[in-house]
């Protein structure tokens, strides 16, 4: 008997120590992989010591499962006959994301749903007017020229460049360029983080020898001053992440706000609800993701469609149109000329790297040629260019990578959870639980808008992204499944 009280104590503290890690991973999962992957990590821990306490697995089949599966082991097999098998199994191993959907169903109360789903939005919140202070004070210091001599002039930098990281630190004038190169062991090879017609790319190579650090000014940069011309990205390494991760969360806060609205009128938590949308809505324009802004206003008209009538859907349709309209606007301000109408380096590169890798896909139709291998046989297997990218579409890399039957699981699974969010909102229209209704809704908008991006983004490729896929998955399940049973 007095193992008992211990197993129930250890059950007790092993949820307590789960909940505790999903809460840091949504605190964070705008922001950190590294930190938030800590956050699942406690929380896998915290499962544990639940189970072996004798609190249960507490997982309950559901339809995914089968293709979950299916979908794991079609890539395991994939990377075991990829071109280049180490490099496919170590990809294979970012499947663990999956452990998500169910550590969220098996952990989450419909009340700790709705407590992490406001601390995500929050989170997001944050991580915007971050980046609105980022562009008013400005990044990096732009290259108005390289005297002769300068160490830069190796990197192939044009005028107008801006150079806002030297060995992974941050840098806003040439003094403190100067400083980092100085205190930088003789002869050391570094990379430098450029921001070139609105793109962010890293330049290899910088060579900092002795006789450059005992110049009066090493880095040979005239500059032109900070720039304000960037594409916004949080504390985040790369604005593509960013948007993905704001585009669904953005979602998330306009479906509570509607759904408040369409129950109780406009109380303050429609109000706040919509005050984090606007928030978020304009972290994605400061992005200048083209696609990710279209793929948000995709799925927030069908919110708005799905839930307003009348003056509403008026309302929200211009509001979109205007949101549209000043992501233009700050598309052709912070990327390369033509980019607002796909007439950029960018556009060009991204149609010419598709046209391949769809050229190639019949070559290895059932198991595809491996995930990144391509990173091995760029130029062998005909793409262009010396970067090594991907194919800019999770439809097409997964057919490239895993072959068409890994193309049709996909598609398999998305449907799947497409029509049950749809099925499940539709439900959740007359319950008496509003944030339940609203989660549902935003979670329906966020994989809109995540479909409709992945057309022309790998995102299913992004393990943040991901993550937070499979996250708000099972949060959604949950507070459908919690709801459905106190209704009974």
Not at 172 to 188: F, H, K, M, Q, V
Not at 372 to 381: L, S
Not at 423 to 441: C, F, I, M, Q, W
Request: aromatic residues 10%; proline residues 3%.
């Amino acid at each position: 008997m007095a193992d008992k009280p211990n197993q129930r104590g250890l059950a007790e503290f092993g949820q307590r120590t789960a909940l505790a890690g999903l809460l840091l991973y949504v605190a964070f999962a705008p922001h950190s992989v590294a930190v938030s992957s800590i956050g699942i990590a406690l929380a896998s821990i915290g499962w544990f010591l639940r189970v072996i306490g004798g609190g249960g697995l507490q997982l309950r089949r559901s339809k995914f499962d089968l293709i979950i599966l299916l979908s794991l082991l079609w890539t395991l097999i994939s990377s075991l006959l990829s071109a280049e098998t180490a490099i496919s199994i170590a990809k294979f191993k970012a499947s663990w994301t999956v452990l998500i959907f169910y550590l969220t169903r098996a952990v989450l109360t419909k009340r700790w749903t709705y407590l992490l789903v406001a601390v995500l939005i929050a989170s997001a919140c944050a991580g915007t007017l971050y980046s609105l202070y980022d562009v008013v004070r400005g990044r990096g210091v732009v290259v108005a020229a390289l005297v002769e001599d300068s160490p830069f002039l190796t990197l192939d930098l044009r005028r107008d460049d801006t150079i806002w990281r030297v060995n992974g630190k941050r840098v806003y004038s040439t003094d403190d360029i100067d400083a980092l190169l100085r205190s930088l062991p003789a002869n050391s090879v570094v990379p430098v983080s450029v921001i070139s017609q609105g793109e962010h790319v890293e330049r290899q190579g910088l060579r900092v020898t002795a006789d450059v650090q005992a110049r009066p000014l090493p880095s040979g940069i005239v500059s032109g001053g900070t720039s304000h011309r960037f594409r916004a990205s949080g504390w985040t390494r790369h604005y593509e992440t960013f948007a993905e991760l704001l585009q669904m969360i953005a979602q998330l806060a306009l479906g509570l706000a509607v759904a408040h609205l369409r129950n109780h009128g406009p109380n303050k938590y429609f109000r706040f609800a919509m005050v984090a949308t606007v928030i978020v809505a304009l972290g994605i324009v400061l992005t200048a993701m083209r696609t990710v802004l279209i793929a948000f206003a995709a799925g927030a008209f069908l919110i708005a469609w799905r839930s307003t009538r009348g003056v509403g859907r008026v309302a929200v349709t211009f509001a979109l149109f205007f949101l549209l309209a000043f992501g233009a606007v700050v598309v052709s301000q912070t990327r390369a000329p033509g980019a607002l109408l796909l007439g950029d380096d960018s556009s060009s590169l991204r149609a010419q790297v598709a046209k391949v890798g769809l050229s190639r896909i019949m070559l290895h139709p059932v198991f595809g040629h491996g995930m990144d291998a391509m990173q091995k046989h760029w130029n062998e297997w005909g793409f262009p260019g010396k970067d090594m990218l991907h194919l800019h579409s999770t439809p097409l890399q997964l057919a490239f990578d895993r072959g068409l039957p890994m193309f049709a699981l996909w598609v398999w699974m998305m449907t799947a959870f497409w029509l049950y969010m749809e099925r499940a909102e539709k439900l959740a229209r007359d319950r008496s639980d509003t944030n339940a209704y609203g989660v549902l809704l935003g979670v329906l908008g966020a994989l809109t808008g995540f479909l409709i991006s992945s057309l022309a983004n790998y995102n299913y490729g992004d393990s943040e992204v991901v993550m937070l896929f499979w996250f708000l998955m099972g949060a959604a399940m949950v507070a459908n499944e919690q709801t459905a049973e106190q209704q009974h």
